[in-house]
Each structure stands twice: as structure tokens, then as C-alpha cells.
């Protein structure tokens, strides 16, 4: 134990003994490396002063060339400002001077004014006294010699007026004329459709006169059976080998031909087969009449219509006016809108669809009352056809206006269609009762002497009383006997009316 405490002591003097002695070893280098620090800790402190009074330096340098440069722009700003208010002040003398200028022009104005106001009231008073004068010689008063005067001056603008207008109504005719003659050339060009004039068949053929006794059956049954099924009359007359069918209703007359001929041909003549044909045959024609209507529409290419619209336009094929077939003529029609809406710049859809609906109602007038125009107007409005279609087919004969350009385009296609050379057939009761109702209409106006009707009702010349009707009157007249004709009648084309008056001066020579 002891040992091992002498041990530790040793140990710890040793250590004392190797410390004192590294102490004194390592003072002189420990020393030396403090000097080394302070002298490069001065160089340091040297060069960051010297940077520094540099650095200081030249920001002085540079505030002194900012405060010159700041200097030097106020003095320009203050010049520029003295210039400035040098030139206010030379305008305001300039002002002050026009000002003077101005203020004397007023009073010479002023004076000017006062001189023409005393003038003028000289020259009232002058005037008033040349009135009074030429009164006194002219033994009028002033209102008088007004009335004299207006009417002098009334009567020429009357007759100028009455110049003018002819001469804007004879250059707008002329050119509507060219226009329209162009039109309806390149119309009928582009369409070129045939004239078809076929009537309905009501003449069924037979092989022989025999047939005729099997038709009529025993005590009559057989054509009794056929009339009450058909609803038709049978007239078996004297015609060799044929029977002619009568009916009002071209569809049932159609279903009684068609029936009749099956008849013939089947040889079978009795009232169950008569019935069940008839059946047949209305089944049959009901499909051609729809058939007709689709092609109808596809010729014309109109699409969209409701499939009873079609069914009812089909109903045309059977029906003929004047002698044209009115399905056709619905066709043409709406080709023949369809060219001048096109030339026209007008909607070409709504001219054809208009065209080829304008005489649907002709498909039911008979069973109903009322014009075609208005009866088809009012069927295809529960279709939903479009208002101004609709409108077009209720007014293409003016029973209610007219409210588009394509509305006036189906009923000058209508005219055309039916105003070609031969496309219609008129009897001479019809041509003489309309010749004599233009002439009536044109008599019936004050001031009119005779009337006469030309070129089969084409033209109207209406010779006037020129004691009651000027050259004004004439020309208004004209064009209140034109309405007239279009309120009154119904006809294709259009009539020309021409009022001629004249005076006739009449001496003798003796």
C-alpha cells in the first residue's frame, strides 16, 4: 500500500517536473507568434483606413459633381421658365389687342344694325304704301289678290306635278317592265316544263255495246249497287261501247273509273264484288294520291311537309281548272318562284314551298266553305308550316295582304303558270262575262264616257269627260279603276288600263 502511494507521488512530481519544463521551452515561441499577430493586425488596420479615406474621398468628389449638375438644371429650368413667361406675356398683348379689334368691329356692327333696322322700317313703310296703292288701282284687297295668285301658282304645280309624274311613272314602268320581262323570260327558260292539259277520265271503254246490259243488271241492281258504293252517277246513254261517269268529287270519280274498269275486265258484275272492288279501289287511289303528293314535293325540292299536307297536295293530281292540271301547275309553279326569288335575292325555300301550297285548297273547297286561298291557308297552318308560307297561300289572290316579297312571288308565279298561251282553257260565257264586268267596273266612276275592253280582257281603254277630269285626275283615276279590278276580280296575267283624254276643238268653214 505504501508502495503504491509512492508510486502515485512519483508520478505526479514527474508531471509537475515535464510541465515546468515545457513552459519554459515553448515562452519564446509563444511570444514570437503574438508579435507576428499585432504587426499583421496593424498592416490590416493601415490598409482599411487608407481604403477607407479613399472611398471618402471620392464620394465627396461625386457629391460635388451632383450638386453642380443640380445647379446647372435649376438655372436651364429657370431660363426656360423665364422664356416661358416672356412668351404668356406676348400673347396676352397679342389677345389684348384682338380684344380692342373685336370690341370695335361690335360698335360698327352696332351702328351697321341700327342703319339697316331704320332701312328696313323705311322699306316697310314704303311697301305698305305701294300696297295700298296697287289696291287702289287694282281695285282688290290684299287677300284677294293672294287667292288670285295661289291659284295661278296651284294650277302649274298641278300641271307640273301631273309632268313629272307621268314621266317617273312612264321611266318606272319602262324599267319594271325590262326587269320584269327578264325575269319571267329566264323563269320560263330555266323551268321549260310542258303544258299538260289532261281533264279527269269520267269515260270508262267497254269491249261492247252487251257489257252496257251487265252493268245495269237485272231491274237495275247492279248500277244502283255501283252509284250507292261509289257514290258517282252512271250514265249509260247512246255512246257507242262506253259509259261516262259523273261526279263533283274528282277523287270518287277517279275511284268509280278505276273501279268500273276492274269490273269490265273481271267480267264478274254483281253488288258484293261491285262493293269490294269500290274497297279496293279507294285503298288504291288513297296510295297514288299520297304517291303524287311525295313526288310532288320531290320534283319541286320542297322538303319537310307534314305527310298530310302531302296527301292533300296529292289530292291536286284529280283536279283541273280551266282545263290545267292543278298538280302540275303547283309544280311549275314553285320552280318558276323559286328562279325569280333567286334572281331576286328573296328566300328561295319559302317562295317554292309557298308555290307549291298556294292552290291546296282547291283539294277541299268542295266539301267545305270558302275560297281555296283561305281553306288551304288555314290547313296547312295546323301543320306547322312557317306563318309567312302560310301567309303567301292565303293572299296570292289579295284576300289578305301580303306581308313578304315571297308572298308577291308565288302569286306572280301562279300568274305566270297560268297565263302562258294555251296553258288554260275559258269557255265564251266565261270570256265575254269577265270583258263585260271590266267595262262595268270602269263605267261606274264619275267622269268617266265609255269604256272598252281589248285583247280578250288583257287591256281596258277608258275614254274620260275632259270637262270634269284634268290630266292629274286622269292619271289618279287610272289607278283607282286598277284597284278596283284587283278587289273585284280574279285573273291571271294582268290588264293594262288606259284613260285617254282629249279635247276636240270643232269650227266650219263657210
Not at 87 to 108: A, F, G, M, V
Not at 202 to 212: A, E, Y
Not at 275 to 299: C, F, M, R, S, T
Not at 416 to 439: C, D, F, H, Q
Request: proline letters at 2%; charged letters at 30%; glycine letters at 6%.
Amino acid at each position: 500500500m505504501e508502495l503504491i502511494i509512492g508510486i502515485i507521488i512519483g508520478l505526479a512530481v514527474g508531471g509537475a517536473v515535464a510541465a515546468a519544463v515545457a513552459y519554459y521551452v515553448q515562452r519564446p515561441r509563444t511570444e514570437q507568434i503574438y508579435a507576428d499577430a499585432r504587426e499583421e493586425a496593424a498592416q490590416i488596420r493601415s490598409q482599411a483606413e487608407a481604403e477607407a479615406q479613399a472611398n471618402l474621398n471620392s464620394a465627396r468628389d461625386e457629391i460635388k459633381r451632383t450638386r453642380a449638375e443640380s445647379e446647372k438644371a435649376v438655372e436651364r429650368r429657370y431660363e426656360d421658365l423665364a422664356r416661358a413667361e416672356e412668351r404668356l406675356d406676348r400673347r396676352q398683348s397679342t389677345l389684348d389687342k384682338q380684344q380692342n379689334k373685336i370690341e370695335r368691329r361690335e360698335q360698327r356692327l352696332n351702328m351697321r344694325q341700327s342703319r339697316l333696322d331704320q332701312r328696313q322700317g323705311e322699306i316697310v313703310e314704303l311697301e305698305q304704301a305701294r300696297r295700298e296703292e296697287l289696291q287702289k288701282l287694282a281695285m282688290l284687297t290684299e287677300d284677294e289678290a293672294r287667292q288670285l295668285l295661289l291659284a295661278a301658282v296651284e294650277v302649274e304645280a298641278r300641271q307640273d306635278m301631273a309632268r313629272i309624274m307621268r314621266e317617273i311613272e312612264d321611266e318606272a314602268r319602262e324599267m319594271g317592265e325590262d326587269r320584269a320581262r327578264e325575269l319571267i323570260s329566264l323563269a320560263i327558260q330555266r323551268v321549260a316544263s310542258e303544258h299538260v292539259s289532261d281533264v279527269t277520265i269520267s269515260v270508262v271503254p267497254l269491249p261492247s255495246d252487251d257489257m252496257k246490259g251487265r252493268i245495269i243488271g237485272r231491274n237495275g241492281r247492279n248500277i244502283k249497287a255501283f252509284e250507292l258504293a261509289a257514290g258517282v252517277d252512271v250514265v249509260v246513254d247512246d255512246t257507242p261501247e262506253a259509259v261516262t261517269i259523273s261526279s263533283f268529287d274528282p277523287t270518287r270519280r277517279e275511284v268509280a273509273r278505276r273501279a268500273m274498269a276492274k269490273l269490265v275486265v273481271d267480267g264478274r258484275i254483281h253488288p258484293a264484288r261491285i262493293e269490294k272492288l269500290v274497297k279496293e279501289q279507294v285503298d288504291e287511289v288513297e296510295k297514288v294520291i299520297k304517291a303524287a303528293g311525295e313526288e310532288a314535293a320531290y320534283e319541286a325540292n320542297v322538303h319537310g311537309l307534314h305527310p298530310e299536307v302531302l296527301k292533300m297536295l296529292g289530292r291536286l293530281k284529280f283536279r283541273t281548272s280551266y282545263g290545267q292540271n292543278q298538280l302540275h301547275h303547283a309544280v311549275e309553279a314553285a320552280k318558276i318562284a323559286a328562279v325569280l326569288a333567286a334572281e331576286m335575292g328573296a328566300n328561295v325555300e319559302s317562295a317554292k314551298m309557298g308555290a307549291l301550297l298556294h292552290d291546296i285548297g282547291k283539294a277541299m273547297d268542295h266539301e267545305h266553305e270558302g275560297t281555296h286561298a283561305l281553306l288551304g291557308a288555314e290547313f296547312i297552318k295546323r301543320f306547322n308550316v312557317p306563318p309567312h308560307v302560310v301567309n303567301a297561300v292565303a293572299s296570292h289572290h289579295h284576300e289578305v295582304d301580303q306581308e313578304t316579297v315571297e308572298a308577291i312571288l308565288v302569286e306572280a308565279a301562279d300568274a305566270i303558270s297560268g297565263a302562258r298561251p294555251g296553258a288554260r282553257r275559258e269557255s265564251l260565257e266565261n270570256y265575254i262575262k269577265r270583258v263585260r264586268t271590266l267595262e262595268d267596273i270602269a263605267v261606274s266612276f264619275d267622269g268617266v264616257d265609255t269604256a272598252y275592253a281589248l285583247q280578250a280582257g288583257r287591256e281596258i281603254r277608258i275614254l274620260v269627260k275632259p270637262d270634269s277630269i284634268d290630266d292629274l285626275g286622269a292619271m289618279r283615276l287610272s289607278k283607282d279603276i286598277s284597284r278596283a279590278i284587283e278587289d273585284s276580280m280574279q285573273y291571271p296575267g294582268q290588264i293594262q288600263v288606259t284613260v285617254i283624254r282629249e279635247t276636240r276643238s270643232i269650227g266650219f268653214a263657210k
